[in-house]
């Protein structure tokens, strides 16, 4: 099977996406605001430490996506008709979409039943997973 | 057949069904309003091939059976092969029948292509060949029938009859995404025998009465110009197997069962039906004895049917078809094929398997595995058996829509 995965992606580019974050766009925020100095200090603290809490483990990622294959495919791309392909979303997006199947905001007859057995660290890894495959599309030339 | 009387059983047909196909299907005789659609060819050899051809070879069987791969068919489903023995119809979940043609007829498929490209079919899962050569399809809410497709599979355009008109399977208010493919058989009383999955996981208490009177969440039958529509079976979460029993003709199917209650409860199925209005206990009982969190306050109903066979909870037992061919040992004669799909909320994974089922003379079924090796050291699928029809040499097809293939399962002794 040809995967379209890089899988030597180091923990540097993890790291990377966890700066993506739209808390991290927030900082600009801040200073384009010219927040006074006292709150932007406590402001990035609270932001490392939540860094600490969410950097994923893209390896247990992609041991988990063992459970999401038969629907995803192994590499992230559909086997399922109702099922659409998570192969290079972004990492936010796939984040959101199963804690809305957990919470319910979202639902599906099967996702959110999937979504309930995985815990806060494994969604980050998974999302840490998925969104590193790479893809390239072919445009219908008509 | 002749074609002489193909243009007679064609003109009888749409004359019985006395409708003229809408939208944009074609008239009994007319064409197409889309036009000509052209052919979408799907390649046979090359990496993909090689790779599944790899994958086969750990798949484990009894001795003296071999397998190959016959085809490579995206999305393959439901099969029916063709009454003169060389095409085979395959249904999708997505919007493609495929025909499968063994030209050269050295029992592997040279051609594929997708059947009838000026026409829209929307999860086309269920196909099904009459012995007298009509093609059957089963969508999601909709039944046409194909007359001689056999011959007429060239072109893009093909003569299609409406059996069930679009939108009258099912209210359209209860079309879904869920559990909406469709198997459609014979039975040997002549008659369409058609499932129609319920669409949740549990069926809720509000929708039980126009439930029971539609069909859905059971299996219907009708006359094959679509006439005399009945519920034959009630109490059916989602099935996707059906079958005659070749002696005895009665029906037995498979129905996949409840999920979320854990690894092991409840128990897939594979029932036997005796005869018609026998209810079989969904949305009461989740699967064999185990009764429904939702309904476990509730009075199921009298004279509940329970499954001919528990399978192991959650391995998904889809497709299935008698063996009544002769290639394989006595033994298998009249034996039941049936596909397990495959688990994905379980926390050992169980079934992408082939499995057989011997039923006695009192009709006592036993099941067990035929056919395994999809599944890798891994615990992931390399592949996950959907549907199993039998060819015209004895020798038996199954499908596998993860893979996209369909493989070819022969009795070469030892």
Redesign the interface.
């Known amino acids: 099977m040809i995967m379209p995965v890089r899988s030597t992606r180091s923990h540097t580019s993890v790291a990377n996406h966890v700066k993506k974050t739209p808390a991290q766009a927030g900082v600009f925020y801040f200073l384009e605001n010219k927040v006074p100095v006292n709150k932007l200090i406590i402001f990035f603290l609270s932001l490392c430490l939540s860094s600490v809490a969410i950097a994923a483990d893209m390896a247990n990622g992609k041991v988990l996506s063992a459970q999401c294959s038969a629907c995803h495919g192994k590499d992230g791309l559909s086997r399922d008709p109702e099922a659409p392909n998570l192969a290079g979303l972004s990492a936010l997006y796939i984040e959101k979409s199963l804690v809305d199947y957990q919470k319910g905001a979202r639902h599906d007859r099967r996702m959110s039943l999937i979504a309930q057995g995985l815990k806060k660290s494994q969604i980050k890894d998974l999302s840490a997973w998925y969104s590193a495959f790479e893809l390239t599309a072919k445009v219908p030339d008509i | 057949m002749k074609l002489k009387k193909i243009a007679a059983s064609i003109a009888a047909m749409a004359f019985a069904a006395g409708v003229v196909a809408k939208e944009n299907d074609v008239g009994i005789f007319g064409t197409s309003g889309k036009g000509m659609g052209d052919h979408t060819f799907i390649q046979q050899d090359g ?1 993909k091939a090689d ?1 599944i051809r790899a994958i086969l070879k750990n798949v484990k069987m009894p001795a003296g059976f071999k397998i190959d791969l016959y085809a490579i068919v995206p ?1 393959a489903r439901d099969m029916t092969m063709a009454p003169q023995g060389t095409v085979l119809f395959v249904g ?3 919007d493609k029948v495929w025909v499968v043609s063994d030209r050269d007829r050295d029992g592997v498929a040279d051609e594929v292509k997708d059947f009838a490209p000026s026409l829209s079919f929307d ?1 086309p899962n269920g196909v099904q060949f009459s012995k007298d050569g009509f093609l059957y399809v089963a969508e999601r809410n909709h039944v046409r029938v194909f007359p001689a497709a056999e011959f007429f599979f060239e072109g893009p355009d093909v003569v299609a009859v409406d059996v069930v008109p679009k939108g009258e399977l099912i209210p359209e208010g209860e079309e879904s ?2 559990h909406t493919a469709r198997v459609v058989d014979i039975g040997p009383d002549n008659k369409l025998y058609i499932s129609l999955g319920q669409p ?2 549990v069926a809720p208490p509000e929708k039980l009465d126009l439930y029971k009177k539609t069909g859905i969440g059971g299996i219907i039958r009708m006359d094959r110009d679509g006439k005399n529509r009945e519920v034959y079976t009630y109490g059916v979460r989602n099935s996707v197997g059906q079958d005659f029993h070749p002696k005895t003709g009665e029906l037995w199917w498979t129905d996949n069962q409840v ?2 209650m854990g690894d092991d409860i409840p128990p897939g199925e594979l029932n036997r039906q005796t005869k018609a209005g026998q209810h079989f206990g969904h949305p009461w009982f989740g699967g064999g004895k185990t009764r429904t969190n939702e309904y476990a306050k509730e009075t199921p109903p009298a004279g509940i049917v329970h499954p001919a066979v528990s399978t192991t909870a959650h391995c998904a037992d889809l497709g299935m078809a008698f063996y009544s061919g002769n290639q394989f040992p006595k033994k298998y004669k009249n034996a039941i094929f049936s596909a397990q799909h ?4 379980r926390t050992e ?1 169980c079934g992408a398997r082939v499995m057989v089922t011997f039923i006695d003379k009192d009709g006592k079924a036993k099941m067990e595995p035929f056919a395994e090796g999809w599944m890798n050291s ?4 390399d592949g ?1 058996p959907m549907s199993i029809t039998m060819m015209k040499d004895g020798s038996m097809l199954v499908s596998d ?2 893979a996209g293939a369909i493989y070819k399962i022969s009795y070469v002794g030892s």
């Open positions: 990496a790779n999305d999708t979940r997505k999860v995404y869920n949740y996981n999920d979320g495959g688990s994905w909320n994974p891994n615990k992931e699928y996950r829509d993860y």
